[in-house]
């Protein structure tokens, strides 16, 4: 047997040797065309890498795969990083997929995210900024290209769902170099317009198309501007930074019409439900007053209104016959305590009187007992002039009692005086109600009371002929009869 001979799996192993050790096939770069391209259910994407004259197979594990922002498809141009190996099982040499990003785009997209994650910093995607929109506005300006499909589809939209709604249309660029300035024109000129609205969009492209509206210009003079704004850029898949910026997103330039107005059939049915509701609320309302017209008409008060005139006649005459009784006690009390005071008074002044003059008889007796003329003439007179001082003081402290006596009972009496006054204008005061709701003084103008069998007749309805009547009038009844 020859020893030079090695087996397939032997110089399978030895080429996929070589090749992971080649230092320029570890990190490479590819750009080609996809091809069958599959997608597993694991995850991991297969598909064939081909330009011109040659093809090479490649694989992105599920690892990688999960990364990639948008749909692989056949025949997209793409920029692949990965390293060439060796599949054993078949001898074919592959590309092991690292990263991947579509042809032409991979400057643009860095550049987009770059300046999403730098205004996302600055909060121009917050939440919390953005403005609300209007559930029917007026005015709409729109910000697009003046022909194609994009300004036909949102005032067609417009004009089906709320042909009430004026639009304003300022023409712009919305694709090349020159654009995102003209947008940016536009915005401002928008502002001189008194909007509810702004729609700003296009209809679908490529990234290139559509990079106009990812320029950090027109984001910030989205953000500044105070009327709400509606970003209405290509299709659904398609995400620019207005998108983010704006107040809101809307998939297609047709959604942005469907977002911005009312559906007018949705607010016709409203209306409809609004007049339905509003007619049965009136009607219940005048059949509650129907149901409160007829208890009061049946009520015992209208039909006897002398009763109320009786009821408060009563009530009255227990007030008044309270308020009398209550004035003669506050008297009575007042009476006794002011005899009360005089007594003490009276008796206190005796007691002092009696005091002097047993001082008096026995200073005397005292004096008597020296005998001497001039001492006792002198005790007499000293003591003469004590008592007279004495009597002068209890004649003026009999005087200021009096005269403290009297201010009592003049306010006494004053009070007694207005509180019997202010009744007095209150009794008057509802005898007037009541003389206003006397029934009798509606017949002394000339009214009268008209009944039949004992019941009060208020329509002419209620009598045929030959009913037999009664007429109370001011001054007496008569007996009529109907003809």
């Known amino acids: 047997m020859n ?5 397939v799996t032997q110089l399978t192993r030895y080429i996929k040797y070589k090749i992971d050790n080649d230092s320029n096939l570890n990190k490479i770069y590819l750009k ?9 259910t694991r995850g991991h994407f297969y598909f064939t890498l081909k330009d011109e004259n040659s093809r090479i197979n490649a694989v992105m594990f599920s690892t990688y795969a999960k990364d990639v922002k948008f749909d692989l498809q056949d025949g997209m141009k793409v920029l692949v990083t990965g390293r060439v190996s060796v599949y054993e099982a078949t001898g074919g040499y592959q590309i092991y997929v690292d990263s991947i990003v579509e042809d032409g785009l991979g400057k643009l997209y860095i550049a987009f995210e770059q300046l ?27 910000i697009t290209a003046p022909t194609g499909a994009a300004i036909k589809d949102i005032l067609s939209t417009l004009k089906r769902r709320w042909p009430l709604c004026e639009t304003i249309l300022f023409p712009s660029l919305v ?5 995102a300035v003209d947008i940016v024109r536009n915005i401002e000129l928008s502002k001189n317009y008194d909007l509810d ?35 209405a850029v290509g299709h659904e898949i398609d995400y620019t930074i207005s998108d ?37 609320g009136v009607t219940n309302i005048h059949n509650l007053a129907l149901e409160k017209l007829a208890k009061l008409d049946n009520s015992f008060v209208l039909k006897n209104p002398i009763t109320i005139y009786q009821i408060k006649e009563d009530k009255f ?78 004649k003026v402290l009999i005087s200021n009692n009096k005269n403290k006596l009297e201010l009592i009972d003049n306010k006494l009496y004053n009070s007694i005086f207005n509180k019997v006054k202010m009744d007095e204008k209150n009794f008057s005061n509802i005898i007037s109600k009541l003389e206003a709701l006397n029934p009798l003084l509606t017949i002394k103008r000339g009214y009268s009371i008209i009944r039949k069998d004992d019941k009060v007749i208020s329509s002419s309805k209620d009598l045929k002929k030959y009913d037999k009547l009664e007429l109370e009038m001011h001054d007496g009844k008569v007996k009529v009869e109907v003809l």
């Not at 694709?175 to 654009?179: P, V």
């Open 32 to 40: 080609g065309e996809i091809s069958n391209f599959k997608a597993h």
């Open 116 to 142: 999403k994650k730098k205004l996302d910093a600055e909060g121009l995607f917050l939440e919390s900024h953005k403005k609300k929109i209007p559930r029917i506005p007026n005015r709409i300006g729109i």
């Open 317 to 394: 005459d227990n007030l008044y016959e309270r308020v009398i009784n209550s004035y003669k006690n506050i008297i009575t009390n007042n009476k006794n305590k002011l005899e009360l005071v005089d007594h003490k008074l009276i008796n206190g002044i005796k007691i002092k009187i009696n005091k002097d003059f047993n001082d008096y008889n026995r200073i005397k007796g005292k004096l008597d007992l020296l005998n001497p003329v001039t001492i006792y003439n002198y005790k007499n007179e000293k003591y003469i002039n004590t008592f007279g001082r004495l009597l002068n003081s209890y």
């Open 175 to 179: 694709q090349g170099a020159e654009a």
């Open 244 to 280: 983010y910026v704006a107040d809101l997103r809307a998939p297609t330039p047709t959604g942005a019409a469907e977002m911005a107005v009312p559906d007018i059939k949705d607010i016709t049915k409203l209306l409809n439900q609004f007049e339905i509701r509003a007619i049965n």
């Open 3 to 7: 020893n030079d001979y090695i087996t």
């Open 197 to 231: 609205l702004l729609i700003i969009g296009r209809g679908g492209g490529s990234i290139e198309d559509l990079w106009c509206f990812n320029e950090e210009i027109v984001a910030r003079a989205i953000y500044a501007l105070d009327t709400p704004v509606i970003s």
